[in-house]
């Protein structure tokens, strides 16, 4: 072996490069609370207002289908077929197994809103989530702004 693997390191970082360091990470720090407390850099975006909401329930049926009602009247507005539109079946089970490991029932209905600023979310108020569904793309927030013909009209 070499001697200096034999004899080691006594010195470690050199001084300047550690007080450098700190001193950036201080300064990081300093400026991220300077601009949470500010609001210097930060995005604001308006405050959207619904254009229309629509209170939903969706059932299973025994053909596999998927039967959506009004929560308000009762009223079977749509059928989603069996073996078609994936993506409103893979956000409803989504939402769906938030409740189960929650332990709260299925009574309280989805709400389906479309937004001023043009995007559409469902909520779920039991467990406090919300799908923006355009942010999956136009084909697929069109699969739920359907409903919203399907029933005709703001709600």
Known sequence: MSDIALRGSSGG???????GAGMLIAF???????GKVSGVGAVHAPAASVVQ????????????SVLVRDAGDGAAI???????????????RGLAQERKRSDIGDSAP?????????????????TGRRV???????TNAQAF???FSARGGVR
Do not use: K
């Open 28 to 34: 990081a720090i300093v400026s991220a609370s300077a």
């Open 110 to 126: 989805f709400r389906l809103v479309h937004w001023d600023d043009g995007r559409m979310t469902l909520e779920d108020a039991t």
């Open 53 to 64: 909401s629509l209170a939903l329930r969706f059932e299973d049926q025994a053909n596999g």
């Open 132 to 138: 923006a569904l355009d942010a999956f793309g136009p």
């Open 13 to 19: 970082m050199p001084r300047g490069v550690l007080i």
């Open 78 to 92: 749509y059928t989603i077929a069996p073996g078609t539109n994936g993506f409103m079946r893979a956000t409803l």
């Open 145 to 147: 702004a359907q409903l």
